[in-house]
């Protein structure tokens, strides 16, 4: 009887870890998304087409606040050497504060213009590689009979075996090689709006970065 009893229980458990083993072998399978972002063809392509249209403009931009910003500080150094108690400062003075600080705003407004707008290309960049890269991932996925892929950001630790970057990479270069950076509502020639211009603090003195 007892006998029975153990081989019973031991069917038991080989029943229970035959259903369990599925769900353990089940894998979680890693991409590097940011390497693709920076290492696939169609996002070489996107970093050539936006410095190409961008760069110098930028540049441009940069040097322009440096500029304003070095003649703020050099007029603010002047005021100050010119400042007393209960004393107004000069009227030349007082206009040359307020012209360096007008020509400060409007450089630090163009300049985060430009690079708001490059910024949303990049992202547009990345989100019609991302559009490809999912069909090929849950390609993927389903050929090795896995649960589930998820990007390198967002797990602390995996198996290096089931990383599929490089696979996913090689399969991404062979379906597209290029992107647009032209952003939708501009193909659609409506245009985009223009950003808010935020001035600097009166009362506090820009420093060059």
């Known amino acids: 009887m007892k006998t029975l009893f153990k081989a019973a229980g031991l069917s038991t458990v080989l029943a229970a870890a035959a259903l369990i083993a599925p769900a353990a072998q089940a894998q979680t399978l890693i991409v590097d998304v940011d390497q693709i972002y920076k290492d696939s063809t169609a996002a070489k392509s996107g970093q050539q087409q936006i410095e190409a249209k961008y760069g110098n403009q930028l540049r441009g931009l940069q040097s322009s606040l440096e500029a304003a910003v070095k003649d703020w500080n050099t007029q603010v150094e002047a ?42 290309v990049g992202q ?20 090795r009979k896995a649960q589930a892929v998820m990007p390198r950001g967002s797990v602390l630790a995996f198996d290096p075996a089931q990383d599929i970057t490089a696979t996913a ?28 211009q935020t001035p600097a603090p009166a009362n506090k003195q820009p420093q060059s970065r």
């Open 169 to 196: 990479l090689q399969q991404l270069n062979a379906t597209v090689t290029t992107v647009s950076i032209t952003l939708p509502q501009q193909q659609q020639g409506q245009g985009t709006a223009a950003p808010t």
């Open 124 to 143: 547009y960049v990345q989100l019609q590689i991302l559009d490809k890269l999912i069909p090929i991932a849950e390609q993927i996925r389903k050929d």
């Open 79 to 120: 005021a100050q050497k010119l400042a007393k108690p209960n004393t107004p400062l000069p009227a030349a003075t007082q206009q040359s504060l307020e012209k360096a600080r007008d020509t400060l705003q409007q450089a630090q407004a163009r300049f985060e213009d430009g690079r708001r707008e490059v910024n949303t």
